[in-house]
């Protein structure tokens, strides 16, 4: 991690009974892209709020380039906000909306209207600052609100959900917007979604939550390939659980036997121990395809089949008495045939065991 920049130290916010955000630890770098990920309720967006200034912690602190900022309002923290519905001024330009917080912080008009056209185009609407809110799609007026956040140069960007209104033709445009403008201001941008492929398009550092603990942390390709938790497991895209007992254990290896046989694998868990073992759709292999170290999973039975262009989505029954399900991704030039057996292998490092 590059110099910490946001410090999160046993944050904690609760309503009442209700526990929103449950004490948690969190170091944002100098210059990262950290998205917060989860479905609703998980507390990302209080987080979110809570280094903006917006929700009073119960407990804990907020420390932001050194300095404790917990008790500080919004407008005396070096961090602007883009919220989910804009927020924008509709009797106002669109250059106006761009320097409002220019203007609240006494930067003369020359200077703020130059700096807002400036910011402008760095967001690809050079030449819009006559124009008038109403006169803007929904993708110009998010870069609108992104501008008029960005303008105020703050050590953080903190973004609520800011594409979940647009098509997601729009919204993957946007994404890459996003990431270029990020990378090319080196300014550390804080980003709330419940999108699983927009968190891993866009994030450095990907920061999965549920019922307002942290649940696993992480570079994407980590995140996906070997989750930590059986949450970070199920909620980060598709997979295959499987139940599991650890019949032996050496140093970090584990045999584990499945429904589908005795699998040797990399892990940490107690002999004896119940564990699951999660595999994607797109790591389970039929035998044309599979990869020379890969290690037999029995046979499966094809019970649905949805073509999907780039795969065949299927879904098949194995196990002995036909009780386990799976989810398969096969090559589209197979042909698979709906009550077909199917030879199924994976690698043992594309495994994952979770005990928790």
């Given at each position: 991690?590059t110099?910490?920049?946001v ?9 009442g009974?209700?526990?929103a ?13 950290v998205?917060?990920?989860?479905p609703?309720?998980?507390g990302k967006t209080?987080?979110l ?5 917006f929700?009073e912690p ?12 917990t008790?500080?309002?919004p ?49 690809g ?17 998010q870069?609108v609100?992104?501008a ?15 594409l ?9 445009q ?9 990378k ?6 804080v ?10 398009s ?6 999965v ?6 649940e696993d ?5 980590r ?17 295959n ?11 970090d ?38 990869p ?11 019970c649905?089949?949805?073509f999907?262009g ?5 879904r098949a ?6 009780e ?20 199924l ?12």
């Amino acid at each position: 991690m590059t110099d910490p920049l946001v410090q999160l130290v046993g944050l904690t916010k609760s309503y009442g009974a209700m526990t929103a955000v449950a004490g948690i630890d969190l170091v944002i770098g100098k210059g990262e892209f950290v998205v917060l990920l989860g479905p609703s309720g998980s507390g990302k967006t209080t987080v979110l709020s809570m280094i903006g200034g917006f929700v009073e912690p119960t407990g804990g602190s907020v420390r932001i380039g050194g300095e404790d900022v917990t008790s500080l309002p919004p407008a005396k923290r070096p961090t602007a906000t883009v919220f989910q519905d804009y927020a924008l001024f509709p009797h106002m330009s669109v250059r106006a909306n761009v320097g409002f917080g220019l203007y609240m912080r006494k930067v003369a008009k020359a200077e703020r209207n130059r700096r807002a056209d400036e910011t402008l185009k760095l967001v690809g609407l050079d030449g819009f600052g006559d124009r008038g809110i109403h006169q803007l799609s929904g993708g110009q007026r998010q870069r609108v609100a992104l501008a008029r956040a960005i303008a105020v140069n703050p050590a953080v960007l903190l973004l609520d959900e800011p594409l979940g209104a647009l098509d997601l033709a729009l919204r993957r445009q946007m994404q890459e917007e996003l990431v270029r403008i990020q990378k090319r201001l080196g300014t550390t941008f804080v980003h709330v979604t419940h999108d699983q492929e927009e968190a891993m398009s866009i994030a450095d550092t990907i920061v999965v939550m549920n019922r307002g603990l942290v649940e696993d942390m992480g570079v994407p390709a980590r995140i996906y390939r070997r989750p930590a938790s059986l949450f970070a497991a199920t909620f980060m895209g598709e997979n295959n659980l499987l139940p599991g007992r650890v019949a032996a254990v050496s140093g970090d290896a584990l045999t584990v036997e499945t429904p589908l046989g005795r699998l040797l694998l990399a892990g940490k868990a107690d002999l004896g121990g119940a564990v699951q073992v999660a595999v994607r759709p797109e790591q389970i292999y039929p035998a044309a395809t599979a990869p020379e170290n890969a290690a037999s999973l029995g046979s499966a039975r094809v019970c649905e089949l949805v073509f999907q262009g780039t795969h065949w989505r299927a879904r098949a029954k194995t196990g002995a008495d036909g009780e386990i399900a799976l989810l398969l991704r096969l090559p589209p030039e197979m042909q698979p045939a709906v009550g077909a057996e199917v030879a199924l292998f994976a690698r043992p490092e594309d495994i994952v065991v979770l005990s928790r």
